[in-house]
């Protein structure tokens, strides 16, 4: 066997890998789920307004929005005419993957910031092969990497492939990297690259997103769609009290006491930020991507 770094280590994430979870993604593919899907956490969604592309024009009946009336064909015909829609089928979603150091880190199959791209990959071959436009912005220690959407499987092999490369990056310069920046800059990075009507996939544990993130997330919610892939490990979940022995990038290891965690879960912190409009998931690390196939699936349906 050779010993090349790859994804399942947990520790290296490959292009390879990524695009092998493309037939995963496929895998109950059920287009009726896309009008109306529920989240975990009791949160029903469905799509919003009458959508934008017109359809056809037809002549008035009880009931009909007068807003849709057709001006044109009123005054040609005599008699009154709506225009009806049909919803555009062109989604353009960017993808935002949290690579910063604090994400380098897991005890369980793999780290967090594995966890992040492989369910941000599934959810990317989904939104392509139903048709739809997948960007990407990378939050690391360094520049931020940035994909404006593009169409097709080609626009996901660039994707995949700038998803191991920007983690490969991260994990090299881990060691220097000092603590997190603050999320902020990518986000208004990530907002540029949309269209009017487009959507944001934000996938981090959030640790220390800056003291703007929430105000600014927020904010972004009023103009774009925003999910959340909330990034969980289990140590963070369910930690045995004690020292704990740890390891560097730098080579360096020794023993901690790590401190208190905050008393929010993260049930607690979706339901919050679904307060204010943006529903996500749960991601638990250690449940690899057979599991989140399925959420990517229910989110994928809201998108």
Do not use: C
């Amino acid at each position: 066997m050779g010993s090349a770094p790859s994804q399942m280590n947990g520790i290296h994430l490959s292009g390879e890998a990524l695009m092998g979870l493309r037939h995963l993604a496929r895998r109950g593919a059920a287009p009726a789920t896309r009008t109306l899907a529920g989240l975990p956490g009791g949160i029903v969604t469905k799509r919003r307004g009458r959508g934008s592309e017109p359809e056809d024009v037809r002549l008035w009946s009880e009931g009909d929005d007068r807003r849709f009336i057709d001006r044109n064909a009123t005054a040609r015909t005599g008699q009154l005419h709506v225009r009806t829609h049909h919803d555009e089928r062109d989604r353009a979603v960017v993808l935002l993957a949290d690579f910063r150091p604090a994400m380098l880190f897991g005890t369980r199959r793999a780290l967090r910031s594995v966890a992040a791209a492989e369910a941000l990959a599934l959810l990317g071959w989904r939104v392509a092969a139903d048709g739809g436009r997948v960007g990407l912005a990378v939050a690391g220690s360094g520049a931020p990497t940035v994909l404006r959407p593009a169409g097709g499987e080609r626009a996901m092999i660039a994707v995949t492939g700038a998803l191991a490369q920007a983690h490969a990056n991260a994990l090299e310069t881990a060691g220097a990297a000092g603590s997190d920046a603050p999320l902020e800059s990518t986000l208004g990075l990530a907002r540029s690259l949309l269209p009017a009507g487009g959507h944001l996939v934000i996938a981090s544990a959030l640790d220390a997103p800056g003291p703007g993130f929430d105000e600014t997330l927020t904010l972004l919610a009023e103009r774009v769609a925003i999910r959340l892939i909330l990034v969980s490990d289990a140590f963070e979940r369910t930690r045995p009290p004690g020292f704990y022995p740890f390891a560097l990038a730098d080579g360096r290891r020794g023993t901690a006491l790590p401190a208190v965690l905050p008393g929010e879960t993260a049930e607690a912190r979706l339901a919050d930020y679904a307060r204010r409009g943006i529903a996500g998931v749960r991601l638990d690390v250690e449940a690899g991507p057979e599991a989140y196939a399925p959420l990517m699936e229910r989110l994928d349906a809201v998108l």
